[in-house]
């Protein structure tokens, strides 16, 4: 079984850059790596996803300020958001895609606050 | 970006219960639908894909079934832990969007 554990600070001030790593437990090379984002009291969003070949995929409506990057030696991917807002503030789950666009592993997420 | 949309926002049950959610998407998604389960603190669980898979260690009372626009998650019996929240998701174009959620509860 797959894990995985998202890390990174959990306050982030307004205009400035959010960044997260996750750290996956199997081998990095299997999946598809993707990034997902609950905000309070809403729904759950998909932002994108990395291989391990740098190869990605961003949501639309977040890709002007979204880039991901994967670390094969580290087994860790990472996910950049710059010029956040208080709309960023959401619990950010990482997650392993087979590649069939749905989503079998999951991190316990990170709640990120945009505050100043 | 394909809309869906579940229904009921909230369901009250008891233990026991057979319980239905609905998922509805904006345009045909053929039987690319997966369901979810969430609980605060925990890593989300995947339950079904492909509309009705039930995904590998999850409890056989978990069923999916339906195609199209039109497709529903189905408890036979309602287990202590099975209070959580339910999110469908379509896989059927990216951007892979959810709906908005299924509270069961008490």
């Known amino acids: 079984q797959v894990q995985l554990q998202e890390s990174g600070p959990g306050l982030v001030k307004p205009s400035e850059t959010m960044s997260l790593t996750c750290t996956v437990s199997?081998?990095?090379?299997?999946?598809?790596w993707t990034w997902i984002r609950q905000s309070p009291g809403k729904g759950l969003e998909y932002i994108g996803y990395?291989?391990?070949?740098?190869?990605?995929n961003y949501n639309p409506s977040l890709k002007s300020r979204v880039t991901m990057s994967i670390d094969t030696s580290k087994n860790q991917f990472s996910l950049k958001v710059t010029s956040v807002t208080a709309a960023d503030t959401a619990v950010y789950y990482c997650?392993?895609?087979?590649?069939?666009?749905?989503?079998?592993?999951w991190g316990q997420g990170t709640l990120v606050t945009v505050s100043s | 970006d394909i809309q869906m949309t579940q229904s009921p926002s909230t369901l009250s049950a008891s233990l026991g219960d057979r319980v239905t959610i609905t998922c509805r998407a904006s345009q045909s998604i053929s039987r690319w639908l997966a369901w979810y389960q969430l609980k605060p603190g925990k890593a989300p669980k995947l339950l079904i894909y492909q509309a009705s898979s039930l995904e590998s260690g999850v409890p056989p009372r978990f069923s999916g079934s339906g195609s199209g626009t039109e497709f529903t998650l189905t408890i036979s019996s309602l287990q202590p832990e099975d209070f959580a929240t339910y999110y469908c998701q379509q896989h059927n174009s990216s951007p892979w969007t959810f709906g908005q959620g299924t509270k069961v509860e008490i």
């Open positions: 997650a392993s895609d087979r590649g069939s666009g749905y989503f079998d592993y």
């Open positions: 990395v291989y391990h070949s740098g190869n990605t």
């Open positions: 199997d081998s990095i090379y299997r999946y598809y």
